[in-house]
């Protein structure tokens, strides 16, 4: 006998139950309760209060809302217990399993709600520094577990070419567009030693942090960041370069695409890393595809559109989107490459 869907709006209030569990995660990431429980061991309400610098009433409430979720254990002593696999999930930076930055990206986007009720009806664009540091902040340490662990050992070693470049001499320079953070580009630079790599975004702020995390990464003096619109760049001879998760945000990727082609030696890739979403529009979706278009209505469409002229791309940016802009940028060749991944999709453009 086969069991009935849920209703919608069984569905909305399962969605509801889930979204009260992302805020108990946001304020136990952004207050370092979770740090604290899996630092310094167990803790009643009052001992992770003076721990933490916080308020123990509201703690209570927090620890006992977390412990109804199945996030948090309680002992024989009643104090909260941080397992070692949920803090692989909520704190170490590095964990291919963390997602506790996911909820700073969501709180993110959800504030920026009422204002998108009126872009929606104007058609006006919300930019990215609107959506503040737990944007940003979020979405490089949710990525940096990928780009830590994969991007330098499977990612780029699967095309074989430009992994046999990238390890030989001379050393080799990468552009890596888009860089945010720069996690990206201190992981290509730890994988191939000999390797300079320049990261440009148009996000002063990330660029900030870039630098910051390469200083403390002791590889400062073979990365670079700049801060700059990579339509602009002007014959620089590199190697190759990159793009990973930022062309569906660009209000005019054709200009872009062009002057990187312009700044590669001949024969050079252009490695673009971009969102797994279905080839062509089939409802319903998937979890993937559904992810991808929540984060479309709430930012990366409205940030592409803040800037003119915009093509208006979204985030869910199907290959025949971004070979048509392949195309117009002058690239003759534009492959899809046979790197398996649940949540990107990698690309190849060269002359």
């Known amino acids: 006998m086969t069991t009935p869907a849920p209703s919608l709006g069984d569905r909305l209030f399962t969605d509801a139950v889930g979204a009260f569990d992302l805020a108990g995660v946001y304020l136990g990431d952004r207050l370092g ?19 933490t610098g916080t308020d123990a ?45 996911l909820t700073r990206m969501l709180v993110a986007a959800f504030g920026r709600l009422p204002e998108l009720v009126d872009a929606y009806r104007s058609g006006a664009g919300l930019g990215w520094e609107r959506y503040g540091a737990d944007m940003r902040e979020g979405q490089a340490a949710f990525n940096r577990p990928a780009f830590t662990h994969l991007l330098g050992t499977e990612w780029l070693p699967a095309i074989a070419d430009l992994h046999e470049r990238l390890s030989a001499e001379p050393a080799a320079r990468v552009l890596d567009v888009g860089c945010g953070e720069g996690w990206s580009t201190i992981a290509i630079a730890r994988a191939y030693p000999g390797v300079r790599v320049l990261g440009i975004d148009l996000d002063e702020p990330s660029i900030v942090a870039a630098r910051e995390h390469a200083a403390a990464a002791g590889i400062g003096d073979r990365v670079e960041f700049s801060h700059a619109d990579a339509a602009t760049l002007d014959g620089e001879d590199f190697d190759a370069a990159i793009i990973i998760e930022a062309v569906h945000d660009m209000a005019n990727p054709v200009p872009v695409l062009s002057a990187i082609r312009g700044a590669l030696r001949p024969e050079a890739p252009l490695i673009v890393v971009d969102e797994r979403v279905a080839e062509s529009f089939s409802p319903p979706g998937d979890e993937v595809e559904r992810f991808m278009y929540g984060w479309s209505i709430t930012t990366c469409l409205p940030d ?9 791309t979204g985030t869910v940016m199907r290959p025949d989107t971004l070979r048509a802009y392949a195309d117009d940028a002058g690239f003759a060749r534009f492959e899809v490459l046979p790197v398996e991944n649940d949540f990107f999709r990698f690309y190849r453009l060269g002359s």
């Open 57 to 101: 009433r509201y703690i209570r409430e927090w620890l006992e809302q977390q412990a109804t979720a199945s996030i948090l254990d309680v002992d024989a002593t009643g104090r909260f217990v941080l397992s070692d696999a949920h803090a692989a999930v909520l704190v170490d930076p590095e964990s291919p399993d963390l997602m506790a930055p």
């Open 304 to 312: 592409g559109r803040s800037r003119t002229p915009s093509v208006a």
């Open 33 to 51: 309760l979770y740090a604290s429980l899996a630092t310094d061991g167990p803790a009643d309400a009052d001992e992770l209060a003076d721990r």
